[in-house]
């Protein structure tokens, strides 16, 4: 597979110190009138950024290798610790393992074993597979505070419900392949989705100065997924089965909490 290399671009931004010194008197005006988080167990909505490494089981492992993952989402923490949100997630990967699907439109395997798939031109075609998919969900968890700076920082779990879809992306580099043109090559994609459980469990850090909010730990999810193609072009099929697609890995993100202010206080004489 070749690599794309971009050129090195270097963005040009304009020093401005009276504005920096400005925005961080405004941020130091902010993080004095907010809510004392080092003090008590608060309520505050957060919004996240989130990555994740993760490996497949059991149908999954049979498709597709380890993937990356990137998302965010939001959560509304309670003083009492509860945690309840929602979150989306785009998975992506070059490791495809069922790559026999375009058997049928190859040459048989040349001295090295490899198959070929003659383009147009009547010269071979450049394929590339890759995965892409996407996990949305519900969450419900608990915030148990300790190990951590204050009482809205320690241990996480949460518990989750959604929807995961997954399809082998297949690129041809010219698009000169009349085989996988237009909507043909979506009769090879296996795409597939249907309901979705995950579970996490980590630490989340919210810490004193505002500053360095975070979370990371390790997730499940289970799919219980069919291909929604109604036939698989390699096998003439359609192809009903259901499948468990299970993903395990890490998951990290950046939090910004979105606190109120504190209530301004007033003096009676």
């Known amino acids: 597979m070749k690599s794309l290399h971009l050129p090195d671009m270097k963005p040009t931004i304009p020093f401005r110190p009276a ?71 785009f998975m992506f990967s070059d490791r495809v393992r069922e790559t026999n699907i375009l058997d049928n439109i190859s040459t048989p395997p040349d001295d090295n074993g490899i198959r070929h798939i003659i383009d147009g031109n009547g010269t071979y075609s450049e394929i590339f597979m890759y995965e892409r998919g996407f996990i949305l969900s519900a969450r419900v968890g608990y915030l148990y505070p300790c190990l951590g700076p204050n009482k809205n920082s320690g241990l996480v779990a949460l518990a989750g419900i ?61 799919g219980f997924t069919r291909n929604r193609r109604s036939v698989n072009y390699d096998t003439g099929k359609h192809d009903g089965t259901k499948r468990l ?24 004489y």
């Open 19 to 89: 504005l920096i010194l400005l925005a961080l008197g405004f941020l130091a005006g902010r993080v004095h009138a907010q809510v004392s988080v080092k003090d008590s167990a608060i309520a505050t909505p957060m919004i996240f950024a989130a990555g994740g490494y993760q490996l497949p089981g059991v149908d999954m492992a049979d498709r597709f290798g380890a993937n990356a993952n990137i998302g965010g989402g939001f959560l509304q923490k309670l003083k009492s610790g509860l945690l309840v949100g929602a979150d989306g997630a």
């Open 162 to 222: 959604g929807f995961m879809q997954h399809k082998i992306r297949i690129e041809n580099k010219d698009n000169d392949t009349p085989q996988l043109a237009g909507d043909l090559v979506k009769g090879y994609d296996r795409l597939s989705n249907g309901r979705m459980f995950n579970q996490f469990i980590g630490y989340m850090n919210l810490s004193n100065n505002h500053l360095v909010n975070f979370f990371a730990g390790l997730e499940v999810t289970e």
């Open 245 to 268: 697609d299970m993903l395990y890995g890490l998951r990290f993100g950046w939090v910004l909490p979105l606190y109120s202010r504190a209530p301004e206080k007033v003096y009676y």
